[in-house]
């Protein structure tokens, strides 16, 4: 079958590498891609939010599976778009329709439906510029320091943690009234803080049934010992050690399992990943947020630990035949490293040549924020490349995945040398 991914980050690329590994894969496409997706897909310049020409595509290939990579378009309603399309319905697309993508689109929405469906998480209040006071009173009951959410998307910026009272009820006027993050903050959501440690559990589903993939922990910020500003990621281990089996079967009982019922339950048409992020308070599992699709760099330690074919699994969505299926799972521990430009996350500059990519041995180098350019791969993005490694526990992972790095090299590349400190 020919099959089209949707995206052009380090995720996506990842897609692009276990994909290519599947015999039911005849020819694939990546739309728009990066240098890394290159080498083993098709390249087709078209945004992911373009749906007329991902159409026309489709049809042109004769492609009969699309892979979305980022939230954006299952937000905007791609999954719906081929459903309401005869030319398009019999198409497999591997995420949530728009609906249910308000999981990931709304915080508000993500609350509701945890409370609704009896998951726990932390307690909470939403606000929009017409309840700013409110929102300032509901902060004085609350201890430091202060969780302030925009409900929509701001590409990961959007969550403020915050010491101070009064700087909370700046910052909570800022995002309501002066728009901070745009449309993202017309509302946002106050919860209080929870104090623990943080993972991902990720979820496939055919809406029916569902399988648990392997557990990850990233590290969000851009600093050693988890200082500095948010990112997209600078890394991710997996598994995770402090997650024992009693703590997965209680994530598994009070999350998993009533959050595939939920969407049952509100009749929610939901076909591919559920990327829940937890956090464990003492020793109980919470949810911080659902992301409707796989993270990123996590999905650059799940995949590569995932020994079946992936495109089989996907084929099940179909006829929500997923539980026919076995897992399989490599036992090695999985870390990656994130390469990121100079100045990321705030202002920095692209185009600088990434030089011996060739010399990596023993670790999987997923590009991210980096195209082709006359003969080179230069850099296009803030996160630029992710280098995989495999080894008994994370450690040895890890220890690989910089040695390798040694033999790379950009222009005021950075990377976060400490990952796994916390462990």
């Given at each position: 079958?020919?099959?089209?991914?949707?995206?052009?980050?380090?995720?996506?690329?990842?897609?692009?590498?276990?994909?290519?590994?599947?015999?039911?894969?005849?020819?694939?496409?990546?739309?728009?891609?990066?240098?890394?997706?290159?080498?083993?897909?098709?390249?087709?310049?078209?945004?992911?939010?373009?749906?007329?020409?991902?159409?026309?595509l489709v049809i042109k290939e004769s492609i009969t599976m699309v892979v979305v990579g980022p939230e954006d378009p299952l937000v905007n309603g791609v999954h719906d778009f081929f459903l309401n399309d005869s030319e398009l319905e019999h198409v497999i697309v591997v995420g949530p329709t728009q609906e249910a993508a308000q999981l990931e689109g709304s915080k508000e929405y993500a609350k509701e439906f945890m409370s609704r469906h009896n998951i726990p998480t932390a307690a909470y209040q939403s606000f929009t510029k017409d309840t700013v006071e409110e929102g300032h009173l509901f902060l004085e009951t609350l201890n430091p320091p202060y969780v302030l959410k925009a409900d929509g998307l701001a590409a990961g910026k959007?969550?403020?943690?915050?010491?101070?009272?009064?700087?909370?009820?700046?910052?909570?006027?800022?995002?309501?009234?002066?728009?901070?993050?745009?449309?993202?903050?017309?509302?946002?959501?106050?919860?209080?803080?929870?104090?623990?440690?943080?993972?991902?559990?990720?979820?496939?589903?055919?809406?029916?049934?569902?399988?648990?993939?392997?557990?990850?922990?990233?590290?969000?910020?851009?600093?050693?010992?988890?200082?500095?500003?948010?990112?997209?990621?600078?890394?991710?281990?997996?598994?995770?050690?402090?997650?024992?089996?009693?703590?997965?079967?209680?994530?598994?009982?009070?999350?998993?399992?009533?959050?595939?019922?939920?969407?049952?339950?509100?009749?929610?048409?939901?076909?591919?990943?559920?990327?829940?992020?937890?956090?464990?308070?003492?020793?109980?599992?919470?949810?911080?947020?659902?992301?409707?699709?796989?993270?990123?760099?996590?999905?650059?330690?799940?995949?590569?630990?995932?020994?079946?074919?992936?495109?089989?699994?996907?084929?099940?969505?179909?006829?929500?035949?997923?539980?026919?299926?076995?897992?399989?799972?490599?036992?090695?521990?999985?870390?990656?490293?994130?390469?990121?430009?100079?100045?990321?996350?705030?202002?920095?500059?692209?185009?600088?040549?990434?030089?011996?990519?060739?010399?990596?041995?023993?670790?999987?180098?997923?590009?991210?924020?980096?195209?082709?350019?006359?003969?080179?791969?230069?850099?296009?993005?803030?996160?630029?490349?992710?280098?995989?490694?495999?080894?008994?526990?994370?450690?040895?992972?890890?220890?690989?995945?910089?040695?390798?790095?040694?033999?790379?090299?950009?222009?005021?590349?950075?990377?976060?040398?400490?990952?796994?400190?916390?462990?």
């Amino acid at each position: 079958m020919n099959i089209l991914i949707l995206g052009s980050g380090g995720r996506e690329h990842t897609f692009a590498w276990k994909i290519s590994q599947s015999n039911l894969c005849d020819k694939l496409f990546v739309a728009p891609g990066n240098s890394g997706t290159a080498q083993i897909a098709t390249n087709i310049a078209i945004g992911v939010n373009d749906f007329d020409a991902i159409k026309k595509l489709v049809i042109k290939e004769s492609i009969t599976m699309v892979v979305v990579g980022p939230e954006d378009p299952l937000v905007n309603g791609v999954h719906d778009f081929f459903l309401n399309d005869s030319e398009l319905e019999h198409v497999i697309v591997v995420g949530p329709t728009q609906e249910a993508a308000q999981l990931e689109g709304s915080k508000e929405y993500a609350k509701e439906f945890m409370s609704r469906h009896n998951i726990p998480t932390a307690a909470y209040q939403s606000f929009t510029k017409d309840t700013v006071e409110e929102g300032h009173l509901f902060l004085e009951t609350l201890n430091p320091p202060y969780v302030l959410k925009a409900d929509g998307l701001a590409a990961g910026k959007g969550v403020l943690i915050i010491q101070d009272l009064e700087e909370a009820k700046q910052e909570l006027s800022n995002m309501l009234v002066d728009a901070k993050f745009g449309d993202a903050s017309s509302k946002v959501v106050i919860e209080e803080f929870l104090d623990g440690i943080e993972l991902s559990c990720f979820v496939l589903t055919d809406g029916k049934n569902y399988k648990v993939l392997p557990m990850a922990k990233d590290y969000k910020r851009i600093g050693e010992g988890d200082t500095g500003l948010n990112t997209g990621g600078m890394g991710a281990i997996s598994p995770v050690p402090f997650a024992d089996e009693v703590f997965k079967q209680k994530i598994e009982d009070s999350i998993v399992k009533p959050t595939i019922k939920g969407f049952q339950k509100d009749n929610l048409n939901y076909k591919g990943f559920v990327f829940i992020g937890l956090i464990k308070v003492g020793n109980d599992p919470k949810v911080i947020e659902y992301n409707v699709r796989m993270g990123d760099p996590e999905t650059e330690v799940v995949l590569p630990r995932l020994k079946s074919d992936l495109v089989e699994l996907f084929q099940t969505f179909k006829d929500q035949t997923l539980d026919s299926k076995t897992i399989t799972i490599d036992d090695r521990a999985a870390t990656t490293v994130m390469l990121v430009s100079g100045g990321y996350p705030e202002a920095y500059e692209k185009g600088k040549e990434i030089i011996g990519v060739e010399n990596i041995n023993d670790s999987i180098v997923f590009h991210a924020g980096a195209k082709n350019e006359d003969d080179k791969i230069v850099t296009s993005g803030g996160r630029v490349m992710a280098i995989t490694s495999y080894g008994k526990d994370y450690k040895e992972a890890l220890k690989k995945s910089y040695q390798n790095i040694e033999n790379l090299h950009f222009d005021k590349m950075y990377y976060r040398k400490d990952l796994g400190f916390d462990l």
